[in-house]
């Protein structure tokens, strides 16, 4: 069975640094773009950062030149670096896996169960 497994998260104080990692499992991602979302609480999900196989990438504006997508086809894992993390960054964050290169979470098919990451100002 396909599964994708986050790790990371945890409370940290505003300013500092947090590395988000998934662990693909039950297939190889090597083709697929890979995404990370977030949801805060309260509100709708939204995407943070998608990397395809090719290495295109898209951030959204909120975490671009903080944030940092990566991923291994090797080790088929993904990772999200966040410096700089600020209140608004407070969320559960998951991986998600889309056949093609896309930011919408719509066409994301094999998604993982998320890690809660807590920012305090």
């Known amino acids: 069975q396909e599964q994708l497994a986050e790790s990371g998260g945890g409370l940290v104080q505003a300013g500092g640094a947090l590395r988000l990692s998934c662990a693909a499992s039950?297939?190889?991602?090597?083709?697929?773009?890979l995404g990370w979302f977030r949801q805060a609480p309260g509100k709708e999900r939204e995407v943070v950062a998608v990397?395809?196989?090719?290495?295109?990438?898209w951030y959204d504006s909120s975490v671009e030149g903080r944030f940092t997508i990566s991923r291994d086809g090797a080790q088929n894992a993904a990772w999200l670096q966040m410096n700089s993390l600020k209140p608004d960054d407070t969320g559960v964050y998951y991986c998600?896996?889309?056949?093609?290169?896309?930011?919408?979470?719509?066409?994301?098919?094999?998604w993982g169960q998320g890690t809660q990451v807590t920012v305090s100002s």
């Open positions: 998600a896996a889309a056949p093609f290169y896309t930011a919408s979470a719509l066409h994301f098919n094999y």
């Open positions: 039950g297939r190889r991602f090597g083709t697929y773009t």
């Open positions: 990397l395809s196989s090719a290495g295109l990438s």
